[in-house]
C-alpha cells in the first residue's frame, strides 16, 4: 500500500515542539480529513497543545507502508509515527 506522509509540527503548551508524521493512502487528498485525523490524535494527549492547520502540517513523500501501518489504516482511517516530544 502506498501512503502520504504528512510533516506535522505542533507547540505544546510547555513550549516543546512536537513532531509527528500522519500517515493516509496515497488517494486520500481532503486537507480537512487529514488535518482531523491529527487533531484526534492531539486529543488523546495528557497536555495541551496549540492549532494544527496547514501551517503545521504539510505533505512531505509518498512511501510504502510497513504492514503495522497499514493495519492502522484499516481500522482508523490514518497512522501516527511519533518522532520528537509526543509524550
Known amino acids: ?19 509527528f508524521d500522519i500517515l493516509v493512502p496515497d488517494n486520500l487528498t481532503d486537507t480537512t ?23 503545521e502540517c504539510n505533505f512531505c513523500h509518498i512511501s510504502v507502508a510497513p ?4 493495519n ?3 481500522e482508523k482511517g490514518f497512522s501516527i509515527i511519533e518522532m520528537e516530544n509526543c509524550y
Open 1 to 19: 500500500m502506498k501512503i502520504s506522509v504528512w510533516d506535522t509540527y505542533v507547540q505544546r503548551e510547555d513550549g516543546k515542539t512536537m513532531h
Open 67 to 70: 504492514q503495522e501501518v497499514v
Open 33 to 55: 480529513k487529514i488535518f482531523n485525523f491529527g487533531k484526534s490524535y492531539l486529543s488523546e494527549k495528557k497536555f495541551k497543545t496549540g492549532e494544527l492547520t496547514s501551517k
Open 72 to 74: 492502522a489504516i484499516a
